[in-house]
């Protein structure tokens, strides 16, 4: 990446934009935590996803406290979260040896589907959306504390959970759109077109 292109993600033409560097670490930090899990460490990469999760609701308060918030903001955001989702699918497979096995079905849909819905999406109105419904929120919620929440309780039943939210969610966002709805920030996909 040069110089012109990090300043750009960073800055936004403007001052120094923290928001967006604490995105970009939670995508930066996909890397550590793989070497962590590829060389036996599985509790020090945990510790690291933790926190690299969190950066998730960091970013955004950052943005907002600081009278920073941008579309660009919010668009580096879906994009690295979308990166980071489909890491946590491969940290959860060496986290768990046998899972791929175990959840192959799940695991396939939590991989295939957003990558197909925002295709779709792209397909009908030449643009991706992602809306922030309630149900987006809450399978985004439960696909980052995936990990965390399967090591402490020791039961794979959250991944298929996980698997089903993030595709009923994904089909509430298509009728959302075949409605000829557009705007990002409706409550759920059977509101009100505007």
């Not at 000829?180 to 759920?188: F, I, S, T, V, W």
Request: proline fraction near 5%; glycine fraction near 8%.
């Amino acid at each position: 990446m040069s110089g012109r292109a990090l300043s750009r993600l960073l800055d936004e033409g403007g001052g120094l934009k923290l928001a967006n560097l604490v995105t970009l670490s939670r995508g930066v930090l996909i890397v550590p935590i793989l070497g962590l899990l590829l060389t036996g460490h599985p509790v020090w990469a945990l510790g690291l996803y933790v926190i690299a999760a969190l950066t998730d609701a960091v970013d955004g308060w950052l943005a907002r406290r600081s009278g920073q918030a941008s579309t660009f903001g919010a668009q580096l955001d879906a994009a690295v979260d979308n990166v980071f989702s489909l890491a946590i699918l491969v940290f959860l497979m060496l986290a768990f040896p046998g899972l791929s096995e175990r959840q192959a079905l799940a695991l396939i849909a939590l991989a295939v589907v957003p990558p197909a819905y925002l295709a779709v999406s792209w397909l009908l109105t030449r643009r991706v959306l992602m809306f922030h419904f309630w149900s987006a929120k809450a399978g985004a919620l439960l696909l980052f504390v995936l990990w965390p929440v399967m090591a402490i309780t020791g039961q794979e039943v959250w991944l298929p959970l996980a698997a089903v939210l993030t595709t009923l969610s994904r089909l509430e966002q298509l009728v959302f759109i075949a409605r000829g709805g557009r705007a990002l920030d409706q409550p759920h996909g059977f509101a009100p077109v505007v």
